[in-house]
Nanobody, 125 residues
Framework: QLQASGGGLVQPGGSLRLSCSTS????????IAWFRQAPGKEREGVSC???????RNADSVRGRFTISRDNAKNTVYLQMNSLEPEDTGVYYC?????????????????????WGQGTLVTVSS
């Protein structure tokens, strides 16, 4: 069971850091990704990190969001800067137990086996 946390209400231009952790496994065995779902829209991939910390980012967040791992804390973070109202949604972390390589990761949801419960991010003035 993955646990996502760190969501909240923030003004446009602000920052949040989301965390994804679990007490049931070791996250460095998996590729980890963040997805989000805005009201009335389909879920989309935001950022992912491979086991050896290669990363991918959606075009919409490139240069603003950074995904990182802290294996000592068994946690993956999503640092979100310069937030925009379009970033509003429920953010989910997910784990891929069969990544394409040790380094790289995939940004489509069918590749992921394990999901957290989601944390709500609202960007509004």
């Amino acid at each position: 069971q993955l646990q996502a946390s760190g969501g909240g209400l923030v003004q446009p231009g602000g920052s949040l850091r989301l965390s994804c952790s679990t007490s049931e496994s070791t996250l460095d065995y998996y590729s980890i990704a963040w997805f989000r779902q805005a009201p009335g829209k389909e879920r989309e991939g935001v950022s992912c990190t491979g086991r050896l910390s290669g990363t991918r980012n959606a075009d919409s967040v490139r240069g603003r969001f950074t995904i990182s791992r802290d294996n000592a804390k068994n946690t993956v973070y999503l640092q979100m800067n310069s937030l925009e109202p379009e970033d509003t949604g429920v953010y989910y972390c997910a784990a891929d137990s069969n990544p394409p390589s040790l380094r790289w990761c995939r940004l489509y949801d069918v590749a992921y086996d394990y999901w957290g419960q989601g944390t709500l991010v609202t960007v509004s003035s």
